[in-house]
């Protein structure tokens, strides 16, 4: 699938990803709807990971816009506090909005988006929690499609029809789940196994090299993040199609970015394209600029 994807991440300030023709909010940081303007209104599902508040100011203004009857659907980690309380100051503070509708999830919960996808959440080590505790969330977006199972596919297509009606649909065919999106959201570099297999990954990397504490201050600041080459060893370790990085600590310049990014991607002999969302800067339809490495 040709994903148009638009996103601005710059650590401590704002994360905001865009799917436009799925009607998909990855996180809404600051500056969401000023960035998309008109297309904003086609968001339909807005899914945040955590409620660090570079990933979720921008909230009130796009619920403030384009609410319509049940639309938009907010998705957050179940035992956050904070969305509740947005919600809550929402309401009052702008009682004509009622259309967004406000949805707890938590690890392995999916969403349904349209007939063939959905979304899962993930659990996340970026905020300590025991486990069971949704406090932090990644997404994986999933294509289903029907398949008919292999000793099948030699009849042809009447023959099919009438063994469907006699045996019935499962037996023939099988569901086959594709995972076409990955958002790591804000986390440290864990399991690899969860990444496997993504045609796409969004993954954060705050930091180039280790810093003191690996640290981001915010509100809450005891964090986790991602050092790049940590990202890098894990990719080349799993199958991935295509890596997006997110999330960089606005400390560091472009040409220090690409720097590290080309000499990491080299050291673990990458063989695919790799995009980097840069701290300060809209990238629109990103997939379809050229990458900083291939
Ligand atoms: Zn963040």
């Not at 303007?37 to 979720?56: A, E």
Request: hydrophobic share 35%; glycine share 6%; with cysteine.
């Amino acid at each position: 699938m040709n994903l148009n994807i638009t996103a601005y991440s710059t650590a401590l300030f704002s994360t905001w990803i865009n799917i436009e023709e799925l009607g998909l909010l990855f996180d809404a940081g600051d500056g969401v709807t000023s960035g998309l303007l008109q297309k904003s209104g086609k968001i339909k599902h807005v899914f945040i990971t955590h409620p660090d508040r570079d990933h979720i100011t921008g909230l009130f203004q796009l619920n403030q816009l384009n609410t319509r009857k049940g639309y938009p659907k907010i998705y957050y980690p179940k035992h956050s506090g904070s969305f509740p309380a947005m919600r809550d100051f929402q309401h009052k503070f702008d009682p004509h909005i009622q259309g967004a509708t406000w949805h707890e999830l938590e690890h392995l919960d999916t969403i349904s988006i349209r007939n063939d996808l959905f979304v899962e959440a993930i659990r996340n080590e970026h905020i300590e929690a025991p486990q069971g505790i949704s406090k932090s969330l990644s997404f994986k977006l999933f294509q289903t499609k029907q398949k008919l199972r292999k000793e099948f596919t030699h009849l042809d297509g009447k023959n099919i029809k009438d063994l469907i009606k006699i045996k019935g649909r499962d037996a023939l065919m099988e569901t086959i789940n594709t995972n076409i999106l990955s958002y790591a959201g804000d986390t440290p570099v864990d399991d690899y196994s969860t990444w496997d297999h993504s045609e796409i990954l969004i993954h954060e990397s705050t930091f180039l090299q280790d810093q003191e504490g690996m640290i981001v201050k915010s509100s809450s600041n005891k964090n986790k993040h991602s050092k790049l080459n940590e990202v890098l060893q894990m990719v080349s370790e799993i199958t991935v199609g295509k890596l997006i990085l997110n999330h960089f600590s606005s400390r560091y310049s472009k040409q220090e970015i690409d720097a590290n990014v080309i000499k990491l991607c080299k050291a673990y002999n990458l063989k695919i394209p790799v995009h980097v969302i840069y701290p300060g800067e809209i990238h629109r339809d990103i997939l379809n600029t050229r990458p900083i490495y291939e």
